[in-house]
T-cell receptor, first 110, second 113 residues
């Protein structure tokens, strides 16, 4: 059973067209939920950590929110340089394991 | 400051061989994790080490092993390589406190032929 599911798999936006990426998870004890950005051929780049339902964090055009079963990454007025794969990961409390989703590949066209 | 460094960047091995991948964490970071990323998928957790002790293990066979040294660098060893072991192997480090954000290296691209 997948612990982390991201949707959509791919998203094409026009520059300035805001949207949201979804990450749903099923781990029993959540220690933290992480968002990363990954460019082709590179390692993931850390964006946010969220710990509890209701928490929100922002960075430039990105805003991450967390509920008990899912997280959203909102992208406001995206630019072409925001094009990348966005990965969500959860860390289980008891077993100290990390589970990544398959990512959402975002393409922002000028 | 240097980020997380991994070596080698690329290598090609034959089925049945053994491989050792190396990782140097950010200075001051005591936690190192290893991941396998197959093309088109998210990273799969292999191991986490903190203060030289194994703190977490993913669902990988015993052919995969790792260790962390007193200087907090780490090695990932894979024995009896299979074609399916071909992937990008990522190392990530963290201070182990605070935000728990992990900084990733650029990875080692392993191809098994």
């Amino acid at each position: 059973e997948d612990q982390v599911t991201q949707s959509p798999e791919a998203l094409r936006l026009q520059e300035g067209e805001s949207s949201s990426l979804n990450c749903s998870y099923t781990v029993s004890g959540l220690r933290g939920l992480f968002w990363y950005r990954q460019d082709p051929g590179k390692g993931p780049e850390f964006l946010f950590t969220l710990y509890s339902a209701g928490e929100e964090k922002e960075k430039e055009r990105l805003k991450a929110t967390l509920t008990k079963k899912e997280s959203f990454l909102h992208i406001t007025a995206p630019k072409p340089e925001d094009s990348a794969t966005y990965l969500c990961a959860v860390q289980e409390y008891n077993f100290n394991k990390f589970y990544f989703g398959s990512g959402t590949k975002l393409n922002v066209k000028p | 400051d240097a980020g997380v460094t991994q070596s080698p960047t690329h290598l090609i091995k034959t089925r049945g061989q053994q491989v050792t991948l190396r990782c140097s964490p950010i200075s001051g970071h005591k936690s190192v994790s290893w991941y396998q990323q197959v093309l088109g998928q998210g990273p799969q957790f292999i191991f986490q080490y903190y203060e030289k002790e194994e703190r977490g293990r993913g669902n990988f066979p015993d052919r995969f092993s790792a260790r962390q040294f007193p200087n907090y660098s780490s090695e990932l060893n894979v024995n009896a390589l299979l074609l399916g072991d071909s992937a990008l192997y990522l190392c990530a480090s963290s201070s182990g406190t605070g935000d728990y954000g992990y900084t990733f290296g650029s990875g080692t691209r392993l191809t098994v032929v």
